[in-house]
């Protein structure tokens, strides 16, 4: 896809959000447009959204090595429910693994290192041949993401995020309207959810990705940089 193809393509989805953008988003990239799902706390927004435009979106679902068993049951539950026919579930190199994280403790010594062997790259490569793909950040969620914009360029990619505007009480009244499951963890306090490992309960009043990297600096994992050029 050219500069000038993807410029249109922002100007004509930027105004959109929910399933408005995914549903325009397909008409114009169709196999050439992919959702990447954590399977997390609200992903089931995005996903059932997803499905009503079609079960054949390829939904990339990243597993780390690192995600909590329960994520692993909630994911296969989710995608049977919603009928999704076309996961992908893509895992780090075990190449990579073998010769930077052998005894699987990098995420504790360099983990932005191990966010790149675990996640930037495999997602890398499981996104060739997409020129688009759709991802389920929130502005309210912590402070780096208020800056997000809803289509954005990346790697000559557009990244579609069509829930960045929606506040937290929508997010819960969708949830309601559709019956949707939460992902277990949400009752034990976990907002966000990632690695078992880099994932901790948020308390009172903290923001929704404060139980990620806690008391580090990191806030993201290297796969969303910060935004250079937002929608026209
Ligand atoms: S979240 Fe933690 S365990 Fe998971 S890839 Fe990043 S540093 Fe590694």
């Known amino acids: 896809m050219t500069e000038v193809s993807r410029h249109s393509a922002r100007f004509r989805l930027g105004g959109l959000s929910g399933i408005d953008m995914i549903s325009h988003a397909l008409d114009t990239y169709r196999d050439r447009m992919a959702l990447v799902s954590s399977f997390g706390a609200e992903s089931a927004v995005l996903l059932h959204m997803a499905a009503q435009v079609s079960k054949d979106i390829p939904v990339i679902f990243l597993d780390t090595g690192k995600l909590f068993a329960v994520t692993h049951d909630y994911q296969a539950d989710l995608a049977a429910r919603l009928g999704l026919n076309n996961l992908r579930t893509i895992h780090p190199e075990t190449e990579d ?8 403790a990098l995420w504790r010594e360099d983990p932005d290192r191990c966010c790149t062997i675990r996640k930037t790259w495999p997602l890398n490569r499981a996104l060739k041949g997409f020129d688009a793909w759709v991802t389920g950040r929130k502005k309210f969620q912590n402070t780096d993401r208020k ?5 954005q360029t990346q790697d000559d990619r557009l990244i579609l995020s069509p829930l960045l505007n929606w506040p937290k009480p929508d997010l819960d009244a969708y949830f309601e309207t559709h019956g949707l499951p939460p992902h277990p963890l949400v009752r034990e306090g976990y ?12 308390g009172a ?9 806690q008391g580090q600096a990191k806030t993201e994992c290297g796969i969303h940089r910060p935004v250079l050029n937002p929608a026209a």
Do not use: M
């Open 97 to 104: 693994i073998k010769t930077e994280d052998r005894l699987g």
């Open 147 to 151: 800056q997000a914009s809803g289509v």
């Open 191 to 202: 907002l966000s959810i990632g690695c078992f490992t880099c994932t901790l309960p948020v």
């Open 205 to 213: 009043g903290e923001d929704q990705r404060a139980g990620r990297w």
